[in-house]
Each structure stands twice: as structure tokens, then as C-alpha cells.
């Protein structure tokens, strides 16, 4: 037997440790992402407790200041007082990185300007996108790690060529829409050791049982610089003159009402637009930034049939080409539903929904499934919305 053939032999017969790696916990580095909260809290505590070489981080996003750093808003000060308190706790090292400026680069500035342009912007994805797995991925290169591992529900699998995205174990907590843009060299580097969980009952449970001050912190509701879920005034606070007030008109152009600027709709909404008392219900199906006007109709003018995505990021095995039977999420609280994927030159494609959707919103995210399977495919940007044909 060659040398070459024999190490090819041992490393077969070595046993994987639970992250995939073919030596002790002891010599394999992670950097865990610690937002502060219970599930990245967790992850850090239970590899530090497998034996594993833990290196805390927690990325310090935003101003600190009264306006934006509320309870239950990751990375706001509080939580980087929590994620350094586990790390205490389990003996690992831990560190803060200042990343406000490429935060506001990369995720709030786009987020503000997406509003202004009429879309529904989904900043989460973004902020997973640029700033975690791009930037702080890179960090943990440069640290050494033999991976980087986060408290996302949602799992990675090694398939037969590659490793695999799938949605996480327990469906009331998958994450997998705003994970979506996650490439093929990430996911390689990545690990999620949560996502196997059937409830975040277990997850509370386990960090009970490592003692975490975090055991019983609620969960982030809200967008983390967005204070009380109010967009409207952090945009306006960004964007002077965002909230210009303009016109609510029909779907010919007749004038219904008046309304407090456009940031404050999205597609789909029917309570709070001041114009009650006209018959039948109406519904803002399309924002008109450029000419301040809020567009309305019935609600048979929401339903779409063919969606148009840009910047897809495909995952899958096969060549990204012809007509593609997938599921399809176009909100983060609906289940997938039943779609053909015509993909486009210049990472676009072109989604059609077998069964059409109301509230389709530019900005929005669209994300591929596998049929008859938990794996992610990808998925893209809602760039533009078609109704369904008459």
C-alpha cells in the first residue's frame, strides 16, 4: 500500500466529531456568534461543554444610544453584557467587534432607501447576508476556526456531493427564509447546532442545565434597530422628508383620500387608510413613491401568479437551467407552496405559483424548496409582481 493510499484509508477510519471535523473537540476551533440571547448562548455553552475550543463573538451593530438600544433587540448593550456573562460563566474567550459602520452600510441604509422606493425590505436577510456570514465569517478565518457555529434554527446536512440546507426540525422556529442567500463556500464553513431541536423548550432546557443567566430571556421580537416595531420613524429619522403626505387613489387614478405618507403602508393592507365607508373593502395593492400616491383596489387585485426574483443564490445540485419544480415561500409566516423556477440570465428568474398568492410585496424574499423534502434550494429577491391573468 502507497503512502498516499494509507492516509487516504486512515482518514476514513478516523471518527468525525460532531461539528464534521476528523479530530478531538480539543483541537477544533469555533467561533460562535453571540447575539445574547438563549440560542447562541446555548450553542457556545454546549460545544465549550463537548470539549471544544470556543471563541465567543458578538458583533456591537448599532448605536447604543436611548432611540435604539431597547430590551429584547440583539446586540443592543444589554446583550453584549449577557453574551459576555456566559462566556464568564463557561470559561471561554470573548469578544466585542465594533461593526456599526458596515452595519449601517450594508444593512440600514439599504433598508431605508427599499422603504422609500415602495418595497418591504426583509433587513434580517441582509444583515445574515453582508455583514455576519460575509464579514464576521471572515473574522473567524483569521482567528484560526475550523468552522463558525449560530443559534439559527435550521440545519446543515452532509449530502452525497456537498453539504445541504435544509429547514430546521421543529417548523414553528425554522429560519430557513432568511438564510436563503447563504452560498455553497459558507455553508461549507458553517454549523448549526440547533437546528435538530424539536422545540425551543430544549433549548431553554439546556440552558438551564449550563446555568445561563439567558435561560428564561425573551425572544427578540422586532427588527433590532427598529424601536417598538415603529419603522416609519426610524426611516423618517434617516430619510428626512420620508413621511411626505400624498394621495390614496383607485386603481384608475381616482382620488379616494389623503394619506401621511407611504412608508407607512404595505402591500396588502386594509385597516387604517382613512377612506371606509366606499362598498366593498379595499386593499393597498401597489406604493407609488416617485409620485407619493397609495394605489388601491379589491382584493382580487392582490392575487399574483408570476413572480420575478433578482440576485438568486442557488444551492442545488443540478445545473441552475430549464423549468425546476420547487416550493416556494413568499412570506416568512406562510408555508411553501407548489411553483415552477424558470431561471433568468443575470441571477434572475422568473417564479410561477401553481396556486396564486395575495400580498406579493417587492422587497420580499423568495425562497426554493426541494420537493417532497426539507432541503433549501436558494432563492432570490421579489423584484416585481404579475397579477394574475383575467
Known amino acids: 500500500m502507497s503512502l498516499d493510499t494509507s492516509i487516504r484509508a486512515t482518514a476514513r477510519d478516523t471518527e468525525l466529531n ?20 438563549v440560542d447562541s448562548s446555548v450553542v457556545a455553552a454546549k460545544l465549550h461543554a463537548e470539549g471544544y475550543d470556543v471563541v465567543g463573538v458578538t458583533l ?25 456573562r456566559v462566556a464568564e460563566r463557561m470559561g471561554f474567550p470573548h469578544y466585542v467587534l465594533d461593526y456599526e459602520n458596515k452595519f449601517r452600510e450594508s444593512v440600514i441604509d439599504e433598508f431605508a432607501d427599499a422603504y422609500l422606493a415602495g418595497a418591504t425590505p426583509v433587513p434580517c436577510i441582509r444583515c445574515n447576508e453582508r455583514v455576519k456570514f460575509r464579514d464576521l465569517l471572515e473574522t473567524a478565518r483569521d482567528l484560526d476556526a475550523d468552522c463558525m457555529a449560530t443559534g439559527h434554527y435550521i440545519q446543515r446536512k452532509q449530502g452525497d456531493s456537498r453539504a445541504e440546507l435544509h429547514m430546521a426540525a421543529d417548523q414553528n422556529r425554522d429560519q430557513s427564509y432568511f438564510l436563503f442567500s447563504t452560498t455553497q463556500e459558507q455553508l461549507d464553513f458553517l454549523r448549526f447546532p440547533l437546528g435538530h431541536l424539536e422545540s425551543k423548550a430544549e433549548t431553554r432546557a439546556l440552558a438551564a442545565e449550563y446555568g445561563l443567566s439567558v ?27 420620508a413621511a411626505d403626505p400624498g394621495e390614496i387613489v383607485d386603481m384608475d387614478g381616482n382620488v379616494l383620500g389623503q394619506h401621511r405618507g407611504v412608508i407607512h403602508y404595505t402591500i396588502g393592507q386594509r385597516r387604517g387608510l382613512g377612506i371606509g365607508g366606499l362598498g366593498d373593502p379595499l386593499y393597498v395593492v401597489r406604493l407609488e413613491p416617485e409620485t407619493r400616491r397609495v394605489v388601491v383596489g379589491p382584493r382580487a387585485a392582490l392575487s399574483t401568479q408570476t413572480v420575478n426574483v433578482s440576485e438568486v443564490n442557488w444551492l442545488g445540485d443540478e445545473a441552475f437551467e430549464g423549468e425546476i419544480p420547487v416550493m416556494v415561500r413568499i412570506r416568512s409566516t406562510r408555508p411553501p407552496r407548489p411553483a415552477i423556477l424558470r431561471p433568468l440570465p443575470g441571477r434572475r428568474a422568473e417564479v410561477e405559483l401553481l396556486d396564486p398568492e395575495e400580498g406579493v410585496s417587492p422587497g420580499q424574499a423568495c425562497v426554493f424548496y426541494q420537493n417532497d423534502s426539507s432541503r433549501v434550494l436558494g432563492g432570490g429577491w421579489i423584484s416585481l409582481r404579475r397579477r394574475k391573468a383575467a
Open 215 to 241: 435561560a428564561d430571556k425573551p425572544d427578540s421580537q422586532d427588527i433590532c434597530f427598529v424601536p417598538n416595531g415603529d419603522y416609519a420613524s426610524v426611516i423618517e429619522k434617516l430619510r428626512p422628508g
Open 18 to 37: 460532531s461539528l464534521g471535523f476528523a479530530k478531538p473537540p480539543s483541537q477544533t476551533r469555533v467561533v460562535v456568534a453571540m447575539s445574547g440571547g
Open 60 to 84: 456591537q451593530l448599532y448605536d447604543h444610544g436611548a432611540a435604539l438600544a431597547k430590551k429584547g433587540a440583539c446586540c443592543a448593550g444589554q446583550d453584549i453584557h449577557d453574551a459576555r
